[in-house]
């Protein structure tokens, strides 16, 4: 995935940068499954590498696919910011809880209590489905405003002279969990 | 282990920093969005990670199994995943406008014309 993004980085063309990202969002859903988040990963594939790319070539198909950048600026101050972020933010990874540790902290708050008491309390099998649509519902109402928003922006910009981008904002609203 | 246990961590922050670099230095709109979804998918990974536990499954009921990984971060993910579509729609929407608006989609281009605006 690193190379991925590195050639993310280097590639200019606007195509080429869209279907990288593409497959990068497939190849974080493979690792979501390796780390048991299953319905994390169906809905990284449908949307994240799917949806995504779709809106993506809509919005080069609207602008024309443009040329490629002017020049290929790599200027070394953001180059120069981003490594001491990733520098200073490893050196405070020391403390953090490792990988598959069961003792971590995030393991030991509310998950525990889903996990013994979903079932009997909601009644459905799947964990994730109980936690958001009933423990946590106020977030997924939230999540929903925003994706209304967004649709209603999205309209409010473009909604009077073409109508593509209008029809793929309909689609993610539609497959959204 | 000790210091093994740590790699998820390593490779979330490279892919952020790169993410990061890409919004910061890149001058195309169209790319920048997309170096925001790198950006947010490191995100991601970073909290799936922390939601893993040894031996655990996933999260779903079965009668013979008592170890399963951390549902709540997965919730909080599906959620961010499908929000940060919705950011990424409303941001191409601005994009093609400014298109429209400028006829470029570089930063420097769109500088030079406004420069020119009295």
Known sequence: ?177 | MSVLGLFNYWIVIVLMMLGFYVVIAQGNLVKKIFGLNIFQVSVFLLYISMAKVDGGTAPILAPHISLYSNPLPHVLILTAIVVGVATMALGLALVVRIKRAYGTIEEDEIAAIEGELP
Do not use: C
Request: hydrophobic letters at 50%; aromatic letters at 6%; zero cysteines.
């Open chain 1, 1 to 177: 995935m690193v190379v991925m993004a590195v050639a993310f980085i280097l590639v200019r063309d606007l195509f080429a940068v869209i279907m990288l990202s593409g497959i990068f969002s497939l190849t974080a859903a493979a690792l979501y499954v390796l780390m048991d988040a299953v319905d994390v990963a169906f809905t990284e594939a449908a949307v994240g590498a799917g949806i995504a790319t779709v809106l993506g070539l809509a919005t080069l198909g609207l602008i024309g696919a443009p040329a490629e950048k002017v020049a290929g600026r790599h200027p070394l101050g953001p180059l120069l910011l981003a490594v001491v972020t990733g520098v200073a933010l490893i050196a405070s990874t020391w403390n953090l809880p490792r990988y598959g540790d069961p003792a971590a902290p995030i393991n030991r708050h509310v998950a525990p209590y889903y996990i013994t008491e979903s079932g009997r309390e909601i009644g459905v099998p799947n964990i994730v489905t109980s936690v958001l649509s009933s423990y946590r519902g106020f977030d997924t109402l939230g999540e929903t405003t925003v994706i209304f928003t967004a649709a209603a922006g999205v309209l409010a910009l473009l909604g009077r002279r073409r109508r593509r981008p209008t029809a793929d904002q309909a689609a993610t609203d539609e497959r959204q969990p």
